[in-house]
């Protein structure tokens, strides 16, 4: 899978760069934006837009989301190269809720640099998120492959919907981190996932069947194929948390306990409160509802999260869901090369390492 | 005018209740983003959505952007009854922007009362801001009013340009207050204006036009009207912050010189800058790009601007744009009545005195 990322990825920084060059002039933005009224302010738009934009992409980020796109595309019988600037679509609406996150959470650190509205300043760094959440939409209006009108509204439909889930989703994490008691059932963390992270890949896996126009039953199993995959990759992303903190314990840095500093309602904390003693669970809801924690505290509540089996818990409930998510792509006739791809896309979620 | 706000407000207020209810369960979740995959907490989205949604709405707002569609509709020849379901869209995206500038402004005040990200925390105000931007566009895709595909298709591309160029004007204005030298031309500001401000009227007035299937060129011409009466109320947006400045320069409280505390690069800044002499000109530089100001540097600004002619010349332009907003309606072939209606908008947004 690494050789896929690394094939794809200068043809998708390039499609980028179609959409938002690196160096911003008058002609570009009357071509993108319309002709002016008045005039534009090339310079301006430099320094809010572009400047940070690819300041936070060249950073990093593997563009999984334009590469599975790609994935799906090819694996639909069409000609990938056709379709890059699409790619783009959710990669770029991606970075976009990366910096809007970070501001909501009020984050330090982004891709090993301080966090964008820490360079730019929160102002800039807002509008240039949101800027990412309409920019990319326009591909579809510019219509590089031509698609005929039912598709590209379909594409307008299936990204409104998704988007709006996204809100829905981001809006029981971040009410959740503000309550003090612990009441979300595994269910409701699942739901969470399945709009926070989940709607996201599936834009990747709807966007690709509606494009290349499959039936809507192939378009509903991708969807649940990206839908799982993420809601595993997700909970990954919360063992990790743990995993790195426990072997850090003598190590006290920014990055220990991260999710316990936060409030952060994980599948771990949840399956750990249900499983503890009485006493322990109230503790560990004790630690996780303070204003700030020391970092005896933190290791405390790694502590309970650990006996507790919380960890094995997790990861088995990852597996599962990476496994369904193969069933999902088994059933497609996909040839044997994308099916491989696909499944390697669940494993990476899972045993990615950082 | 008055009239017209009043008697349409109340069933406003009903389809953007029937979009986000004051009281959120899961039938409505479901029905509005789609079966759960697991489980919505309804709780928590009461708390992140519904609440500081209505909260604000709830504070005011003359709700004009969707009675200025409802008046377009009816000039159309439609009976606007039927389409106050669409009236929401301009509507909720304003409010969604509201939100957003104030947390980027970091706004202490709104409609008389705390900024929601003071009330609710900036996690929760700018998701509920942000989701502010999809939930409304979801409506084209329910359809109410059971528009063909190719009217719907026109709608999303319309709204996708207009706020794209939306967070264009934004990014101008934000790094314009960050920037120490004003050197900003006329033009420049009037397209700041007209992206930031006018492409929010564009889309009342050319979805209106895209619903009832008008011709290009008479869309065109309503979005030129909007966009004309949009800059000048924009433009009388300056004014009133340094006549009000003025008018209780003994009372040095909040409000008093907002826009120069903040840097903000207006007409009348631009035109003091470039009419009064150079030593007077430099200092109204230094005063605007310093941190902060004391309540007599702030007077010293206003003096600078109100010296050099400034209000009277904002003033002019903004009755010129407003003069030109009517010869565009003129040109029409408008009813009376919507003629008159459409008429005093222009000069509501010029002679409110709030």
Redesign the interface.
């Known amino acids: 899978m690494r050789e896929t990322l690394a094939e794809w990825r200068p043809a998708i920084d390039e499609a980028i760069a179609d959409l938002v060059p690196r160096e911003i002039d008058a002609d570009y ?1 009357a071509s ?3 002709d ?6 090339p310079d ?2 430099q ?3 572009s400047t940070p934009l690819w300041d936070l992409l060249d950073r990093g980020g593997k563009r999984w989301r334009a590469v599975l796109f790609l994935v799906f595309v090819e694996g639909f019988g069409e000609d990938p190269a056709a379709y890059v600037d699409y790619a783009c679509i959710p990669e770029i609406l991606h970075n976009g809720t990366i910096i ?1 996150d970070d ?4 984050a330090t650190i982004r891709r090993g640099e301080r966090a964008l509205h820490r360079v730019y ?4 760094a ?3 998120g ?2 990412m ?3 990319p ?2 591909i ?2 510019e219509n590089p492959a031509d698609l005929p ?2 598709r ?2 379909a594409a ?2 299936m990204l ?2 998704e ?3 996204t ?2 989703g ?3 994490d ?5 309550e003090d008691d612990v009441r ?2 595994t ?2 963390y ?3 996932c ?1 709009c926070k992270t ?1 709607c996201l890949a599936r834009i990747v896996a709807r966007l690709a069947a509606i494009i290349t126009d499959q039936p809507d039953d192939v378009e509903a199993a991708v969807a649940r194929y990206a ?1 799982l995959t993420a809601v595993a990759f997700q909970i990954g992303d919360d063992i990790l948390d743990v995993e790195h903190s426990l072997g850090r314990a003598g190590d006290f840095g920014k990055a220990f306990g991260n999710d316990i500093r936060e409030g952060k309602q994980t599948l771990l904390v949840i399956h750990a409160i249900q499983e503890s003693d009485p006493e322990r669970a109230r503790r560990l809801q004790k630690l996780l509802a303070a204003e700030s924690n020391t970092d005896a505290e933190i290791a405390e509540a790694l502590a309970i999260i650990e006996d507790a089996g919380s960890l094995e818990y997790a990861r088995e409930r990852a597996l599962e869901l990476a496994a369904r998510a193969r069933v999902e792509v088994d059933r497609l006739e996909f040839d044997a090369e994308t099916t491989q791809k696909l499944h390697a896309f669940t494993e990476f979620v899972i045993e990615r390492e950082e």
Do not use: S
């Open positions: 933005l993108f934006f319309g002016p009224t008045y005039e534009y302010d301006a738009i320094r809010a837009l809007v501001v909501e959470d009020e300043g929160r102002d800039i807002l509008n240039v949101n800027a959440y309409f920019l939409l326009k579809l209006t009108a039912e590209r509204l307008y439909e409104v919907a988007l709006n889930r809100h829905l981001q809006g029981m971040i009410r959740w981190h503000n979300v059932t269910d409701e699942l739901e969470m399945a989940g839908e």
